[in-house]
């Protein structure tokens, strides 16, 4: 069975300070890879997708994760956090077969402080 | 502005009831998706649609129901038999129902039940 892990419920970080937001996943097949981010009380917003090519993937806000196949990770990193992103974020895959599921993460807390 | 709608906001239901969801699309995108989502835990799919008069279930279909009567618009009915029902619905809409394709949410609707 497929699973996304995102170990950090929540993240604290001080404003104009760098992050970084892991997510693991398990699968037996090959998958794609997405970051969304969720403002309060709203719906969930795309912040970066690894489809293929380059594993060093940008994206809104100035975020950007890379792909590590060998360590099944994907890790979203910012190198000067905003109050501004304080939101909740998902880590999701979904299965480079038929299939047209995806597969998310419990999420991670960004929480910046001034 | 091309979006996804979701009606009401928040919504509050006695026990027994059977409640609908509104998700209307003007995207023009073929694929439609009810998720459910609890505090600390990740998007879990409930219904979802590739194309019109066609609908699938999802991981937690067990006391939800779903029409496709129209591209734009993809209802979700909450049914006396969802046992624990008080959540945040979101909807969402992807081009084709691909495992590549991104999903574009809707701000979702907080159901309550008293």
């Known amino acids: 069975a497929q699973s996304v892990t995102q170990l950090d419920s929540q993240v604290p970080v001080f404003e104009e300070a760098p992050v970084e937001l892991r997510c693991n996943y398990s699968s037996s097949v090959s998958v794609y890879l997405f970051w969304y981010v969720q403002y309060p009380n709203q719906g969930l917003q795309l912040l970066l997708k690894?489809?293929?090519?380059?594993?060093l993937v940008k994206g809104i806000n100035g975020f950007e994760a890379e792909f590590n196949k060998s360590q099944t990770s994907f890790h979203l990193r910012k190198p000067s956090v905003h109050i501004s992103d304080t939101a909740e974020y998902f880590c999701?895959?979904?299965?480079?077969?038929?299939?047209?599921?995806?597969?998310f993460g419990s999420g991670t807390r960004l929480l910046v402080r001034p | 502005d091309g979006g996804i709608t979701q009606s009401p906001k928040y919504l509050f239901r006695k026990e027994g009831q059977n409640v609908t969801l509104s998700c209307e699309q003007n995207l023009n995108h073929d694929a439609m998706y009810w998720y459910r989502q609890d505090p600390g835990q990740g998007l879990r799919l409930i219904y979802y649609s590739q194309i019109v008069n066609d609908f699938q279930k999802g991981d937690i279909a067990e006391g939800y129901s779903v029409s496709r009567e129209k591209k734009e618009s993809f209802p979700l009915t909450v049914t006396s038999a969802q046992k624990n029902p008080t959540a945040f619905y979101l909807c969402a809409s992807s081009i084709y129902i691909t495992s590549t394709d991104t999903q574009y949410f809707g701000p979702g609707t907080r159901l309550t039940v008293l």
């Open positions: 690894y489809l293929s090519g380059s594993t």
């Open positions: 999701a895959v979904s299965l480079m077969d038929s299939s047209y599921k995806l597969i």
